[in-house]
Every structure is written in structure tokens, then in C-alpha cells.
């Protein structure tokens, strides 16, 4: 099946983070969402940035906001290496290499002013690329690349104005030390 026309399932997990079903995503994020595997990544260019976008308008979920450089599921049974991989493609159209994982355990609940709840099990990985983005409209308005420092002080200074999971993952020091 095509990647880009079969419909995207997530993981289900209870407390403990083991899988206990899937659910179509497009149907798991409502106001009441059921815990569920996700992941996040930041990229770094060959300089040492850090690559963050700005959703797309048309996100159901924090539309416009600016957060980290890309977000995704893995689906059932598919490793957060190939989920990655994959979304950095879809999403950035970017080869990536270097995966490494640095908040294994990251969890979030957060509510968007739609009152659309997330609620994630999503470890937080670290990968490079060589390339420039080539963004899908339909989930990235615009992206730059920052000094880690620069990334660091923005989200400090306006949290308001980044996603409510890069601004806890931000706060962590293993992720700043894997920045840089």
C-alpha cells in the first residue's frame, strides 16, 4: 500500500506505556484523547542549527504555532527509526541520518484552544540532514534554522508563541546538550 493513501494508525498505551490497540489517527484526537506513541525530532544542519517550522494553517491542532522540526507516529509495529524516517520525508521532504534518542521517556498532556487534547508517550530524538527542507504546505508554513542558543532564549522569552511540547522538551538538559 502507499504510504501517502493508506490511513495512518497510532499505538494505543495504558499508564505503563505498553500497546493495547491502535485507532485511526485521524479519529484518536478529540477532546478526550487516549494515550497514545507518538514521537518528536529535532534536525541539525551541517552548521550546528537546529530546524524549527511553523504549523500550518490549516492544522487542526495549534495552527500557526512554531515548534520543533518535525512531529509523527509510529505505526503499529513500525520502529521510531522507520517512523522517523518517514515523516522527515513526508512532512520536510529531507533524508535524515544520525537518529539518536535523548528523552526516552518524554510524556505530555497538553490542550489546544479548540480544546482538541493531546496526550502523548513520545520519546524525543536528534538527527541531522544535509539538505534544505522541501515542506508540504499542508503541515508547514514556514521553517528557519536557529542557534540552538537562539531556539533556547525564543522559547523562554515567548513560550505563547511555540508548541506546548517543544517548550517542556526545550527545558530538559539532555535535549539542550544534544543541541549543542
Known amino acids: 500500500m502507499n504510504e501517502q493513501n493508506s ?9 505503563q506505556h505498553r500497546p493495547t490497540g ?8 478529540t477532546e478526550d484523547t487516549p494515550l497514545h506513541l507518538a514521537f518528536s525530532c529535532h534536525v541539525l544542519n551541517r552548521d550546528g542549527e537546529v530546524l524549527v517550522t511553523r504549523r500550518a494553517l490549516e492544522k487542526r491542532t495549534w495552527p500557526g504555532v512554531w515548534t ?12 521510531f527509526e522507520a517512523a522517523i ?17 535523548v528523552l526516552p521517556e518524554f510524556r505530555y498532556r497538553a490542550t489546544d484552544a ?13 538527527a541531522r540532514a544535509e539538505a534544505e527542507p522541501r515542506p508540504a504546505a499542508s503541515e508547514v508554513a514556514e521553517y528557519a534554522w536557529l542557534a540552538p542558543a537562539q531556539l533556547v532564549s525564543a522559547v523562554e522569552n515567548a513560550p505563547f508563541a511555540f508548541s506546548p511540547w517543544l517548550a517542556e522538551q526545550i527545558a530538559e538538559a539532555p535535549l539542550r546538550e544534544a543541541l549543542g
Do not use: M, W
Not at 490511513?7 to 499508564?15: A, F, G, I, N
Not at 479548540?114 to 536528534?126: A, K, M, Q, R, T
Open 114 to 126: 479548540s480544546g482538541i487534547v493531546e496526550n502523548e508517550f513520545c520519546p524525543v530524538y536528534v
Open 68 to 79: 520543533n522540526s518535525f512531529c509523527g507516529h509510529p505505526g503499529p509495529g513500525e520502529s
Open 7 to 15: 490511513p495512518e494508525h497510532v499505538v494505543l498505551l495504558d499508564e
Open 22 to 29: 491502535t485507532a485511526l489517527k485521524s479519529q484518536v484526537h
Open 85 to 101: 524516517a518517514r515523516r522527515a520525508r513526508q512532512e520536510l521532504g529531507l533524508s535524515i541520518h544520525g537518529i539518536t534518542e
